[in-house]
């Protein structure tokens, strides 16, 4: 069965500092993974997907991601961070495997904190 | 714009009054689907849909119906709302395949007494 562990709940990172929020995954197949952003009112906004190939995937607004097979995790990254970037985060997966591939498992959030 | 538009945005009502919150999109999307949002717990599929009059269960069904007579609409229906489905609802739209990110409406909070 498909599932996805953000571990923390909140990360707090002061302005110009690394961020990295977290994710790790378990799916029966390969696994296709995405990362979301959500402010306040709106729904998800895609910010990046990894499918095959590279393990350091770019996406939207300066963020990357690091696909990690070993360790079955998927962590959301950016080099600086700015006060803009204070959201909820959302790790997601589908995977091939036929039984299960039209469903897509959110991880439970993680709200990013940006302090200036 | 490439959108997709839920109605309504808010709701108060009481249990065991029926209500239906329609998803629209213009992109002409195959897959759709419903989420409900509930704090720390992430997002939960409750139906998807893989084309029209093609529905299926997500991880939360209950209490829920739907139906996709057209590719464009997939409203999500409460036949008879109890508290617990007090909620913040999202609808998502995308192409076919599970490498296609999905497009979300803004969402809707029913608040269900």
């Known amino acids: 069965a498909q599932s996805v562990a953000q571990p923390e709940d909140q990360v707090n990172v002061a302005e110009g500092n690394p961020l990295t929020v977290k994710c790790t995954y378990s799916v029966s197949g390969n696994p296709y993974l995405f990362w979301y952003v959500q402010y306040p009112n709106r729904g998800l906004q895609f910010l990046l997907k990894y499918i095959t190939g590279d393990n350091l995937v770019k996406g939207s607004y300066g963020f990357e991601a690091e696909f990690n097979k070993s360790q079955t995790s998927f962590h959301l990254k950016k080099p600086s961070a700015l006060v803009s970037d204070s959201a909820l985060y959302f790790c997601?997966?589908?995977?091939?495997?036929?039984?299960?591939?039209?469903?897509?498992?959110f991880g439970s959030g993680t709200r990013l904190s940006i302090r200036p | 714009e490439a959108q997709v538009t839920q109605n309504p945005r808010y709701l108060i009502t009481v249990t065991g009054k029926k209500l239906t919150v329609t998803c629209s999109q213009n992109?002409?999307?195959?897959?759709m689907s419903w989420y409900r949002q509930d704090p720390g717990l992430g997002l939960r599929q409750i139906y998807y849909s893989m084309n029209v009059e093609v529905t299926d269960k997500g991880d939360v069904p209950e209490g829920y119906k739907v139906s996709r007579k057209e590719k464009r609409n997939f409203p999500l229906i409460l036949e008879s709302p109890s508290p617990n489905q007090t909620s913040l609802y999202f609808c998502?739209?995308?192409?076919?395949?599970?490498?296609?990110?999905?497009?979300f409406g803004d969402g809707t909070r029913l608040s269900i007494l």
């Open positions: 997601a997966v589908r995977d091939d495997d036929s039984s299960s591939a039209s469903k897509i498992i």
């Open positions: 998502a739209s995308s192409t076919p395949g599970v490498n296609q990110p999905q497009h």
């Open positions: 992109m002409n999307h195959e897959y």
